[in-house]
Each structure stands twice: as structure tokens, then as C-alpha cells.
């Protein structure tokens, strides 16, 4: 079995990865080592200076990730600052953000960017993206950061009402991992 280095203090993000990566054969291996998250415009931009930051600390394979919920009432809001207004308003800010806002219209989007970096190799990134829409009151008990608040487009239940497997299979999170392992199983 093959050993990558995730690098993420978010051990809910760790699980997600580690179940999804033991299927092809990887062993996911968790290290904090902590790196500067720049306020981009884009994840991808946050995501790419990450591994800019880390390539030469790193002397093996490995992959980082960052993620946002965009909502469509709010303009794209939290986006590329999700983990900061998690941190600072919470589940119930975004409630009362959305207070007013009908249920037809909590429409959002949660999105997710996968740098995977090798020694002396270009980075590659991975992106998988999951529609849906906000409830009005959080809901489950599984998962992490906003899964109590996002129920994945064709679902009737929230992310933190799903087992990690089964949101591993509508989750942004999910895609983006499982074209990291088709890539890795086809450069075996």
C-alpha cells in the first residue's frame, strides 16, 4: 500500500480522505504542518501558494485541500473565507445571514481544490464541486464545519446526516479525491 502525506490540521477532512483513498490501495497519512492560507480571489490561488509554501519542506508525495461553500443569495459569500466566517459567525450567523431568504432561493455550492505536489514535479489540482441548497435549521450530527447546514442537490438529508462513505459519494470533497486516485492509479 502506497503512503501520502495530507497535509491539514482538519481531522474531519483527514477521514473524508483516508476512506475515500483506502479503496485504491493509499494509505493516507495525516501531518500539521501548518502553512500561510492567503485571502485569494480563488481557491485554487489559495490552494497553489500552499504548496508553494511547502514543496520545499516536503521531500514526499503529498496533496492539501481547501474548500468553500458558495451561496447564491449572498453573492458567492462565504466562498474563499468559508473556514473564517465558520470561525467567527458560525452555523448561526449564516441562519441568520439567510433569515429572510426562501427556501428557493438557499441555493449553493460547495467546492473543492486538490494540490497534489511530488518532489521535482509540476503541482496538479483537482476539483470537484457539489450543488445544493441551505436549510433553514441545522440538521445531523456527523461531519464537520457546515455539513449541518448543506443538503447535496437530488437528497432530501444534510451532510451531517450522512455516514462518510455516503457523503464521499455527493460531497465536493468526494469528486475532487476520487480524480486524485484516478490520476495516482494511472501513473502506477
Same mark, same amino acid.
Given at each position: /500500500? ?9 481531522? &474531519? ?18 501531518? !500539521? ?5 492567503? %485571502?485569494? !480571489? ?12 511547502? %514543496? ?8 492539501? @485541500?481547501?474548500? +468553500?461553500?458558495? #451561496? @447564491?443569495?449572498?453573492? &458567492? ?34 467546492? $473543492?481544490?486538490?494540490?497534489?505536489? *511530488?518532489?521535482? *514535479? ?11 441548497? #441551505?436549510?433553514?435549521?441545522?440538521? +445531523?450530527?456527523? &461531519? ?6 448543506? #443538503?447535496?442537490?437530488? !437528497? ?5 446526516? /450522512?455516514?462518510? *462513505?455516503?457523503?464521499? %459519494?455527493? $460531497? ?6 476520487? %480524480? ?9
Amino acid at each position: /500500500m502506497n503512503t501520502l502525506w495530507f497535509i491539514t490540521s482538519n481531522r &474531519g477532512k483527514f477521514q473524508e480522505a483516508s476512506r475515500k483513498l483506502v479503496e485504491c490501495k493509499i494509505k493516507v497519512v495525516q501531518k !500539521n504542518l501548518g502553512y500561510p492560507e492567503i %485571502q485569494a !480571489n480563488s481557491l485554487e490561488d489559495v490552494a497553489r501558494f500552499g504548496v508553494e509554501c511547502l %514543496q520545499d519542506k516536503v521531500d514526499q508525495p503529498f496533496f492539501l @485541500e481547501d474548500a +468553500g461553500l458558495f #451561496i @447564491e443569495s449572498l453573492h &458567492g459569500f462565504p466562498g474563499v473565507y468559508s473556514s473564517y466566517v465558520y470561525n467567527t459567525i458560525g452555523l448561526q450567523g449564516i441562519l441568520a445571514l439567510l433569515k429572510k431568504t426562501p427556501t428557493s432561493e438557499r441555493t449553493a455550492c460547495f467546492r $473543492s481544490v486538490i494540490a497534489y505536489k *511530488e518532489p521535482k *514535479e509540476s503541482s496538479q489540482y483537482f476539483i470537484g464541486e457539489c450543488s445544493g441548497r #441551505i436549510t433553514l435549521e441545522e440538521r +445531523g450530527s456527523q &461531519g464537520f464545519g457546515y455539513d449541518p447546514l448543506f #443538503i447535496p442537490q437530488d !437528497n432530501s438529508r444534510t451532510f451531517a446526516e /450522512m455516514h462518510t *462513505e455516503e457523503k464521499n %459519494q455527493y $460531497s465536493h470533497r468526494g469528486r475532487s479525491l476520487s %480524480q486524485l486516485a484516478l490520476f495516482l492509479q494511472e501513473r502506477k
